[in-house]
């Protein structure tokens, strides 16, 4: 037998190589995004928590036959949720959510609550 390769072996390698390379980065990089949507879904669910824990109370403080007081706080884990509720106009009262997490981000929301039905009958979210 004669020794024929021609360079066969290297450019075989070097395809097998820059494979395996763009697969691994393609993998890297979509775990990254997985780990990056992840954290924010996280964080739009807690917020979300905090919102709706907060509606909560003010209902149960609705019902129990108080008043809603002018301004107030709930503290919570990682935030707390400040509020401050507007005199009512007829029979439904406005109160503005404002939700000041630890990491310093600031969000703000606004219900609407109905007196006499005593519940929340509509949410805007203010950027």
Do not use: C
């Not at 390769?5 to 697969?23: D, N, R």
């Not at 990089?29 to 709706?52: G, K, P, V």
């Amino acid at each position: 037998m004669r020794k024929n390769e021609k360079g066969f072996t290297y450019p075989l390698t070097l395809v097998v190589l820059i494979l395996f390379l763009s697969f691994f980065s393609f993998r890297v990089d979509q775990l990254l995004i997985e780990r990056m949507l992840f954290r924010e879904t996280a964080a739009i669910l807690q917020e979300e928590y905090y919102f709706h824990s907060s509606f909560k109370k003010i209902e149960k403080l609705m019902q129990s036959g108080g008043a809603v007081p002018a301004k107030g706080s709930f503290p919570y884990a990682k935030g707390r949720m400040e509020f401050q509720a507007d005199s009512p106009i007829g029979t439904v009262q406005k109160i503005n959510f404002t939700l000041k997490l630890h990491t310093g981000e600031i969000v703000g929301g606004r219900g609407f609550f109905d007196i006499t039905l005593k519940r929340m009958i509509k949410w805007t979210e203010i950027n």
